[in-house]
Every structure is written in C-alpha cells, then in structure tokens.
C-alpha cells in the first residue's frame, strides 16, 4: 500500500512541477528589464515553491547540516554534489545570489535560460577543451567581481547516492582564478530522488554544508581537501541512513 501510495504522489508531484516551472517562466520572463536582483527575489520563490510541493505532496522534508557555513554576503564558490535534479533547484533557495555553473545546451532551453543568463549563470561546454575551460574562468571571475555565490558540481555529473566521483579540472582552475574559498557539500538527495527518476519517495534528504576552504592552496591540494571532505561526509549520510532504515 505505501509503495501505491508513493507511486500516487509521485504521479501528482511530476506533472505540478513541471506546470509551476512553466508558469515560472511565463511570469519570470517580464522580469528581465528590471537588475538581476529581482530576478533572483523571484527564482528564491519558485524554489521555495518546489520545496513547499515536495513537503506536502511527497513527503519530501529538507535538512540543512552547517547551515552557519554557507555564505551570507559576498562571493564564494560551492563545490556541491549533484545526485539529483533538487540538487539544481535548492540553492535558489539557500544562497542570497547564486550563479550556477550549468551545461551550455541548458541555457537554450526557450524562456529558462533567458532567465539564466540574466543572473549570470555559467555556461560550460564540457567537450570544448582548453577554450571552454578559459571561458568558463572568464565568466567565474565576472561573477565573483559582482559578488555571487558560484555553485559548481565538481563530478560533472550525478553520482549514486554515498558515491563521490572524480572531480573535474575545471573547478580548481575557477577556484585558482577567482581566489575565492570553496565550500565544500555532501548530500543524499539521490535517495529519495534519483537521478531520471518517476519515484519520489517521502523522507527527510540532508544537504551537508561543510566548513570553508580558505584561498591560496594549489590546485592539486584544494582538490583533494575538497574531494575528500565531501566523500567523507557523504559516507557519513549514507551510514546514518542504513542505520535508519534498518
């Protein structure tokens, strides 16, 4: 029964998403004449939004670790896991001006990434070599200058729930260019949203927000810092909720 039931929800949440981030961008696209700042008010709201619809339709609750962690004013960069599509809709939610590093077809999707571009996202062309990686410094140097919380998943991918993959290059070349700290985050959203996943299962999902990583370090030594403080505290989500569930 509780397996129908999650099913059931599952199959209103999906279809109530999609249709709230659509009016989204019917109501979001009025506001590109007006400073990215209002922009942001707004996308704080809509991800406000989908986590209201996660409480109430599937169960879904948000817990937040070091909260006290994560940046206030000023830029910096966060170097978060990404098991999830929440994990793309969260940090509208937590951070004041979030500038997401996100895959350039992403910002070609009509509407959406007018939206993007205008609260200055980063675009990054993962095959494009050497040439992506220095466009993708140019433009985390332009949004550090503005002050925004760069958010990269530095894996490049999604990862299974309790699974840390490779870290890609491209972060610590932004790191080095920016001299920004990085703050390090685990979560486990992939287990109770996986990755193309219909199902969403009810639960609490924790994001992790680790202590900063102060400037300077080289490239090789932030990577494995930052690497391994997510792994660990990754691990750590993991052993909680086998305990949990056990």
């Known amino acids: ?28 696209l009025p506001l590109l004449p007006f400073p990215p700042a209002v922009m942001h ?8 939004g989908v986590l209201w619809l996660l409480r109430v339709v599937c169960g879904i609750r948000l817990r937040v670790i070091g909260a006290e962690n994560l940046p206030t004013t000023g830029p910096a960069i966060i170097a978060a896991q990404h098991q999830s599509a929440f994990d793309t809709v969260v940090w509208h939610a937590l951070l004041p001006r979030p500038s997401y590093v996100m895959k350039e077809e992403l910002m070609r999707i009509p509407g959406w990434g007018a939206m ?17 990686l220095k466009r993708l410094v140019r433009a985390a140097r332009d949004a550090a200058a503005r002050g925004y919380q760069i958010v990269i998943f530095p894996e490049g991918t999604r990862s299974a729930p309790g699974q840390v993959q490779p870290w890609q290059p491209g972060f610590a070349a932004m790191a080095a260019a920016t001299a920004l700290p990085v703050v390090p985050v685990a979560t486990d959203s992939g287990r109770l949203w996986g990755r193309r996943a219909f199902t969403k299962r009810p639960g609490t999902l924790t994001v992790a927000v680790l202590p900063p ?34």
């Open 1 to 28: 029964m509780s397996d129908l039931l999650t099913t059931l929800r599952s199959a209103l949440f999906n279809p109530l998403f999609f249709a709230f981030t659509a009016l989204a961008v019917l109501f979001g």
């Open 41 to 48: 008010r707004f996308l704080r709201g809509w991800a406000n």
């Open 116 to 132: 993007a571009r205008h609260v200055h996202s980063i675009p990054v062309d993962r095959e494009g070599g050497a040439s992506s």
């Open 213 to 246: 990583i102060p400037p300077g370090l080289p490239r090789a030594e932030l990577t494995a810092r930052a690497e391994n403080a997510v792994a660990e505290a990754s691990a750590l989500l993991e052993q909680g909720n086998g305990r949990a569930t056990s």
